[in-house]
């Protein structure tokens, strides 16, 4: 049933469902250990709250598998919706990043070419108000950087939670 649903489902996840399907039909393998399995393939969160999901609805055997896969479905298209805007909001700041970088490099080589622009920061005092501003667009862009690239979700079904 998994290698017909394989056929049916998006490139990035197709692999790793007909993975699971050999495993429970041809290797025999233990559901929940498959299951397992088939969550590490993904190596995501969301397919860890499946693979979780459908290790409870293989343990209890009942009849509720039908209300819990469709609450699951809601479940994961929520969280991809909610990936998507972070993503979009995360893009934004990875282009502000870009373009203060651009406006920084600028302003650089025009301190290069043109020295009257530079000369109130030859003095000592100027030296001091040059790196404390250098320091503070450092760490605007590095802050920026942050938010821009987030980690990732962590996994509660993982290798290393089993050990």
Request: aromatic fraction near 8%; avoid cysteine; charged fraction near 20%.
């Amino acid at each position: 049933m998994a290698q017909s649903a394989a056929r049916n489902l998006s490139a990035p996840i197709a692999p790793a469902v007909a993975n699971l399907g050999r495993r429970v039909s041809v290797s025999r393998i233990p559901t929940e250990e498959a299951l397992r399995q088939f969550a590490d393939e993904l190596n995501d969160p969301v397919g860890d709250r499946i693979a979780a999901a459908l290790i409870l609805v293989s343990r209890r055997r009942g009849n509720k598998a039908g209300v819990v896969l469709s609450h699951l479905a809601e479940l994961v298209a929520k969280d991809v919706s909610d990936r998507r805007e972070v993503e979009a909001a995360r893009a934004e700041h990875r282009t502000t990043v870009r373009w203060i970088v651009i406006i920084l490099a600028f302003f650089a080589s025009l301190a290069v070419w043109q020295r009257a622009y530079v000369a109130p920061y030859s003095t000592p005092i100027g030296q001091v108000v040059l790196a404390v501003v250098a320091a503070f667009y450092g760490l605007a862009v590095w802050w920026l950087h942050r938010l821009g690239n987030a980690a990732p979700g962590q996994r509660f079904l993982s290798q290393e939670g089993r050990k």
